[in-house]
């Protein structure tokens, strides 16, 4: 199907309603009067309907002119996205932003940011990946991301201090050890513990990375803190949380214990940016914006 109307002659009948006036239209257009006055007339051939009348010294749209505008504009910012777009592309912005997020890492500290971002950058869509442990250095060193927040730096990548996460650990309020006083690590084997899996390696495989305190009897392995702290609220063991959870979800369902000296520890995050000297223009101006929202808070 050949259109009868060009995006030109409505930007033009747009440009009209937007000054008041044909030579005002004329101005903001950078065309003669005579040549806007031909778009419009010719536009109303074409369709057969007055969209302009004189009242005064100003050009009016009449009430056809104002509802196929409405629905035309639509059609012109569309354009004008492309455009913008295009022009993106040209200068070599990214359609897609991959972020490997380590799961110790509060997703509010990316997405606060992402906010300030997302105003200048329509046109770049996100990816936010969760990581841990292998995965997290895998997401780096395969190049994988286009910015890793991650836990150490990895060998021969450059990194910048982000933020410390705090990890409690915590139990439910029924369970036997919320009602001790004095708890040891000893004291800890006699119950089941719950930890996160390593995401980015099998099971069976060597590469495996485990962290922290893991000497329990019983273990539950789950795949997050997510199902971490469903599964303490439920009474099935003791698990490490940051801190940052109990304090987005509460935590009166659950209680911190006091182990003795083991009572808290804090692990710093990193942010990087895997590609480096390859990245992205969009990814480059993200990981300014965190990097900046991070100084201020460190």
Known sequence: MRLKSTLDQWITLQEIDKAGSIQAAALALN????????????????FDVQLLEVKGRRAILTNHAKSLLRRAKTMIDQAKDLEEMSLQLSVGMESEIIIAMDHLCDPTLVYQPMK??????????IQVKETSLTKTTEMVTKED???????????????????????VPVVSLDHP???????????????????????????????TKNVGWLKANQRITVDNFDHAFRAIEQGLGFCRLPEHILNQRGNSALKVIKLELNEKYQVPLHITLPKGSQTGPAAKS?????????????
Do not use: C, W
Request: glycine share 2%.
């Open 286 to 298: 993200f990981y300014d914006i965190l990097l900046s929202h991070a100084t201020n808070r460190i």
């Open 145 to 167: 991301a286009d910015i890793a927040i991650i836990t150490l730096p990895v060998t021969n990548y450059s990194a910048e201090a982000f933020s410390l996460t705090t990890m």
């Open 177 to 207: 050890l919320a009602s001790q006083k004095h708890i040891s690590m000893s004291d800890l084997t006699l119950y089941s513990q719950i930890v996160i899996r390593d995401l980015g390696a099998n099971e069976s495989s060597s590469q």
């Open 31 to 46: 065309k003669s009067h005579t040549t806007l006055i031909y778009s419009i007339k010719k536009l109303e051939t074409q």
């Open 116 to 125: 300030t971002f997302l105003k200048t950058n329509t046109r770049s869509s």
